[in-house]
């Protein structure tokens, strides 16, 4: 964690109270992995991180803000995404690489961040626009490259003029989130990790392009 933090009343907190502080967003982190979001109280974060309910109040408005804190920190990370379609190749061999790495870097960022996931998913699902921002932050970006990438395989005349760029790339970020989500799901369909992954990455191959990839 960078720059200032401060607690709820303003106050610019000490290397002790970040470390106070980073200390009650990791026990958190750790108890959405293994218990409904609703059924966390203030008073488990703060038992598990050593410290009082009162502490944990200094800074955070409650779990909801702490949640939102994780989020934030999330979706900063998720932006990295990005990079996984800005400037790649999606021609020939490489274009088959590109596919390959993003669904990989889907699959891997969501399995990393599952329990936050499962709750910005929910918060934004009952309208909190809160959570909304937050998970559209993480897919915009992605699928803005995206676009940008049918755009130009367009303009060369290799994905045909009829196709809207910002439909299918919006199309393909929703598929590979959905299935990022459901990655246990599948593993109950009898679909292998093993299996997935080049499956997805096939659609979303076909999706870019419009062809069979060269492998």
């Known amino acids: 964690m960078t720059g200032q933090v401060r607690t709820v009343d303003g106050r610019v907190a000490g290397r002790r109270g970040q470390a106070t ?92 961040n599952d329990a936050i996931l499962r709750v910005v998913d929910l918060g934004a699902a009952e309208g909190d626009k809160r959570f909304y921002k937050i998970r559209m932050k993480i897919l915009n970006a992605v699928t803005n490259s995206l676009t940008d990438s049918i755009k130009e395989l367009q303009s060369k005349g290799r994905v045909d003029k009829t196709v809207s760029p910002a439909a299918i790339a919006g199309s393909l970020v929703a598929m590979l989130a959905a299935v990022a989500a459901h990655q246990k799901g599948f593993q109950s369909w009898g679909v292998k990790q093993a299996e997935l992954k080049p499956n997805l990455a096939l659609l979303v191959h076909l999706g870019v392009t419009g062809k069979k990839p060269t492998k």
Do not use: H, N
């Open 21 to 112: 502080r980073q200390k009650l967003l990791e026990c958190l982190s750790e108890m959405l992995s293994s218990s409904p979001y609703r059924d966390v109280k203030v008073i488990d974060v703060a038992r598990m991180a050593g410290t009082s309910p009162a502490t944990f109040y200094q800074y955070f408005p409650d779990v909801e803000g702490a949640v939102l804190e994780l989020a934030e920190e999330m979706a900063k990370e998720g932006a990295t995404l990005t990079d996984l379609v800005a400037g790649r190749t999606w021609t020939g061999k490489p274009a088959w690489a590109a596919a390959e790495d993003l669904v990989d870097g889907f699959l891997s960022f969501w399995r990393k």
